[in-house]
């Protein structure tokens, strides 16, 4: 009944504290919530409308600067004369970064340093590559070649040609000829004839000999470009490799500058990525001057300009002037704005044209064509202008795309606001990112959690409380129960011994007992339960002195074996009389050491004690003592009834008992194994227990050898 009342007493108390306390918190806290809920929401609707109306200003303000680009050169390109349009289109242009190409269209003519096209739309600039003029029938290779030369036969086989004798039989020939084609032609075959005979040096000059101004006159381009690749091709191979590097790079900026023009363009890009896959080589090679890779790597930046130039023009003639031609009617002279054109169909990326009608010099109108420069727009112009934000550093700006990509910028946080670009840009938005939180959002994010912040911490402080006090006033419930069970048990384990103390001894007194034998029996009687009697008093001395920390051990070099010995000795009656048998490996010597024999053999003894009241059928109990590892280890095993998993912990704990039945059912105080865990610890040592439900216990004591007091632990409780 006592252990009921008090689980319904803890019941009770939470039901209290929760309805009186808890509940109550937790309403306050949900109003509280609301409300700064509600706060946030307003103050953070607030926070987005000023965010659109700066990302709107500022999108306003980069539009005009790019809108005053083109007024200067929509004024610059007002009533030129035709001499005056390239030159100073090309000023304007280069006056101005965001303008990549101008182009003037006039009717169906369009003109600029880059384009221009005839009435009738055809390409007059870039010029198209033209033939190579005709040459004379001499140089068609119709005229036979005199017989070439071979190597005298051996052996009656016929030989292969040789290459040097070739080229003098064509040297001779060249000689005696007076057509320059066929000079040219002989020339060429000997460089072939030297280049395949190993004859380097002689085939370089045999090309540069094709090379002179005289022979040029009449040599194709194509064939110019082979005999300048072949003398560098050489070159390197003689090991010359700066001479090699410059001949490469001087004919790769010809071909890239066009100032050697092929009909084939297929032929040009040919040699292109030949000198390419050659002279790379060459350059990573050591001992190269710093200047020649540099060279190389302009040159490889104007090729690509001028490639991207060129499928530009490309484009302007397929798509962008179809475009303009539509769109020509509607504009009038006079007009402020530019209209724009934004297309992402070019290369894969976007491009953005402007436009504007202008006026001739005769006052005729003229269409006036930006390419604007969009690389410079997000690299240089947009980083700029976003550079400050109106609402401190925790803010910033991002531009992105119509599928969401970063444009400019480098946050991968949503916009908070965006506006779109109002004209020029129309693919564009410039939204406004938090980095970090603002003021105004700080506040409201200060606003939402103060308040239930301030009520979860009391909910959480009473909770903890309540937790507290539920555990210690259940603590202390069952300290009390244990308290309660304990002098009951210790009253009853003190009632029966002196009971029978009392009744052999007036039996004797009596004179009842009729035969010596029976007068010895009640003797030993009397004298075991005293001694029962004995251990139970002392372990509650014990118990005491330990509590109240006055409990001291008289630790002295001593046997344990003899101390396991002697013990079980004096305990053998007990042993014998309950029926157990008990199994021993004690060595005849070990290691003397530091240890209280009284406190030793108390301890044996409360396990021995524990041993023979929880086994019921299988009696037999094993004590072996062992030196492991600079320690003794001594083993009680047993075949009892066995611990429960859960009270493992426990067991050694002061008025712990199992919760078994069968340990409910047998008397004890709770005290043994406290005082066992104690005074083994007290010398320096530890006890551990091992168990199976149903099948006995072991507990293991573990002392170290020690043969001073400075080897171990403080002696006292």
Do not use: C
């Not at 890779?293 to 490639?307: F, G």
């Not at 859960?646 to 005082?675: E, N, P, W, Y």
């Amino acid at each position: 009944m006592p252990r009921y009342a008090s689980h319904i007493s803890i019941r009770r108390i939470v039901a209290i504290a929760v309805l009186a306390i808890i509940l109550p918190s937790l309403v306050l806290t949900l109003v509280g919530l609301k409300l700064t809920l509600d706060l946030k929401r307003q103050l953070e609707q607030s926070l987005a409308e000023q965010y659109a109306m700066a990302a709107r200003a500022r999108a306003e303000e980069i539009e005009a600067l790019v809108a005053a680009a083109e007024k200067r050169l929509r004024q610059a390109a007002d009533r030129l004369e035709p001499r005056q349009i390239a030159p100073t289109l090309e000023r304007a242009r280069r006056e101005s970064e965001l303008v990549e190409e101008v182009f003037l269209l006039d009717e169906r003519r369009l003109l600029d340093r880059r384009v221009a096209l005839d009435q009738r739309g055809a390409m007059l600039y870039p010029d198209e590559p033209e033939a190579a003029p005709p040459l004379p029938e001499t140089f068609l290779w119709t005229e036979p070649l005199p017989p070439l030369a071979a190597a005298a036969p051996s052996g009656g086989e016929t030989a292969a040609p040789d290459p040097v004798a070739q080229a003098a039989s064509l040297r001779r020939y060249r000689e005696r000829s007076l057509s320059p084609a066929a000079r040219i032609r002989a020339t060429q075959a000997i460089a072939v004839l030297l280049l395949r005979a190993g004859k380097l040096d002689e085939a370089i000059a045999e090309h540069r000999r094709l090379l002179t101004a005289e022979n040029v006159a009449v040599l194709s381009p194509s064939l110019a470009v082979l005999a300048r690749y072949q003398i560098a091709a050489a070159l390197a191979r003689l090991g010359r490799t700066q001479e090699a590097i410059g001949a490469y790079l001087d004919l790769y900026a010809d071909l890239v500058r066009e100032r050697t023009r092929l009909a084939d363009p297929d032929r040009a890009a040919y040699f292109k990525r030949r000198v390419q896959a050659d002279l790379e080589p060459l350059l990573a090679g050591p001992g190269v001057p710093a200047p020649e890779p540099r060279r190389y790597a302009a040159l490889r930046d104007e090729e690509k300009q001028r490639s991207g130039r060129t499928h530009f023009l490309a484009y302007v003639r397929r798509v962008v002037l179809p475009r303009l031609e539509l769109q020509a009617p509607t504009l009038r002279l006079g007009e402020e704005q530019f209209r724009h054109l934004w297309d992402e169909e070019f290369a894969d990326q976007p491009y953005l044209l402007a436009y504007t009608a202008v006026a001739g010099d005769d006052g005729s109108r003229r269409i006036l064509g930006l390419k604007i420069n969009l690389a410079h727009v997000t690299g240089a112009l947009l980083p700029e202008a976003l550079r400050a934000s109106p609402f401190g550093p925790g803010v910033g700006f991002v531009v992105t795309d119509r599928k969401g990509g970063i444009v400019v910028g480098h946050s991968r946080r949503e916009a908070t606001a965006a506006a779109p670009f109002p004209g020029i840009f129309p693919a564009w938005r410039l939204g406004l990112v938090e980095h970090r939180p603002a003021e105004l959002r700080r506040l409201a994010f200060y606003n939402v959690l103060l308040f239930p912040a301030v009520n979860l911490l009391m909910i959480v402080a009473i909770i903890v409380g309540v937790v507290i006090m539920l555990r210690g006033t259940a603590r202390e419930l069952e300290f009390s129960q244990l308290k309660s069970d304990f002098v009951s048990n210790v009253s009853h384990e003190l009632k029966t011994p002196l009971a029978l103390i009392r009744m052999f001894a007036e039996t004797l007194e009596m004179g009842r007992a009729k035969t010596p034998e029976k007068v010895q029996e009640y003797y030993r009687i009397i004298m075991r339960e005293s001694e029962r009697l004995t251990h139970l008093i002392n372990n509650v001395l014990d118990f005491s002195r330990i509590e109240s920390g006055r409990k001291t051990y008289d630790l002295r070099l001593d046997d344990l074996a003899d101390v396991v010995r002697d013990t079980l000795r004096a305990y053998s009656y007990e042993l014998d009389k309950q029926g157990f048998a008990v199994e021993t490996d004690i060595p005849d010597e070990v290691p003397e050491t530091l240890l209280d024999r009284n406190a030793i053999a108390l301890a044996l003894l409360n396990l021995l004690s524990n041993a023979v009241k929880y086994t019921a059928d299988d009696k037999r109990i094993r004590v072996t003592l062992a030196e492991r590892d600079g320690a003794l280890v001594l083993e009680v095993s047993d075949h009892g009834i066995g611990i429960d998993k859960a009270d493992l912990d426990k067991v050694f704990d002061k008025f712990f008992r199992g919760r078994d039945d069968r340990v409910r059912a047998t008397r004890g105080s709770g005290l043994g194994l406290a005082i066992v865990k104690h005074s083994i610890e007290a010398h320096g040592g530890t006890i551990a227990v091992a168990s199976e439900k149903g099948k006995g216990s072991t507990f293991t004591i573990t002392l170290p050898i020690r043969k001073t007091l400075t080897d171990g632990k403080d002696t006292r409780g």
